[in-house]
């Protein structure tokens, strides 16, 4: 089924140690999203990206680092992992068009640093 | 920066009955989207909004773009056990990037 897949669905990672979330999509939408989500406080925009070879900062980007090498992918890395960063995260996909059609979600990350 | 507010955070309640909540912005927004989030899973998109005014309905949803374009409603008629999950409002401007800002959610329980 056409979608937005996100790699792995569970993690437990230490203090210190780094890893590599996977986003892909096959729906050739140009713009991308990775968000999180905490208890109570919705969905935060991380970073995103607006096409092949371009990335931007969102509303809490520190900590976090992305790449988007081919259309179809966009990676969130975590270079030392706080326990900050337990969360659920989602990537996030749409059409590039001046109306919008909202997003389509992937079925989340759930990450827990201890 | 732009900031929404959604109400209630959560509700409880009976089967049948209809459910009503509501998101208010500081900002003007170009579009509303209503998304539902059940558990374990991402947020799906109910239904967008692109009018001020604009009342949309999808099957026992319904919901509307505010005429001051600050806010916007959904309501659920004759709720059943199926509709228990996260609603979340999202306001985007056409010349953002494509970014909506979310609201924090409205927790839907309902009792059979």
């Known amino acids: 089924n056409a979608g937005v897949t996100q790699t792995p669905k569970f993690r437990v990672l230490k203090t210190g140690q780094s890893m590599t979330l996977l986003c892909a999509q096959d729906m050739n939408h140009e713009y991308m999203y990775w968000y999180r989500q905490d208890p109570g406080m919705g969905l935060r925009l991380i970073h995103y990206s607006v096409g092949e070879g371009t990335t931007a900062k969102g509303e809490v980007p520190d900590g976090y680092n992305v790449s988007r090498l081919k259309k179809q992918n966009f990676l969130l890395g975590l270079e030392s992992a706080a326990p900050s960063q337990t969360s659920v995260y989602f990537c996030?996909?749409?059409?590039?068009?001046?109306?919008?059609?909202?997003?389509?979600f992937g079925s989340g990350t759930r990450l827990t640093v201890v | 920066g732009q900031q929404l507010n959604q109400s209630p955070q959560s509700m409880f309640i009976q089967e049948g009955e209809d459910v009503s909540m509501n998101c208010t912005s500081s900002?003007?927004?170009?579009?509303w989207l209503w998304y539902k989030q059940e558990p374990g899973e991402g947020p799906v998109l109910l239904i967008a909004l692109y009018k001020a005014g604009e009342l949309t309905s999808n099957g026992r949803l319904t919901a509307q773009f505010g005429i001051t374009r600050k806010d916007s409603f959904l309501n659920i008629s004759a709720s059943i056990p199926s509709d228990v999950g996260i609603y979340f409002c999202?306001?985007?401007?056409?010349?953002?990037?494509?970014?909506?800002?979310f609201g924090d959610g409205t927790t839907l329980t309902v009792k059979p």
């Open positions: 996030a996909s749409s059409y590039a068009s001046g109306i919008a059609y909202g997003y389509t």
């Open positions: 999202a306001g985007q401007l056409p010349t953002n990037a494509g970014k909506s800002t």
């Open positions: 900002s003007i927004f170009n579009t």
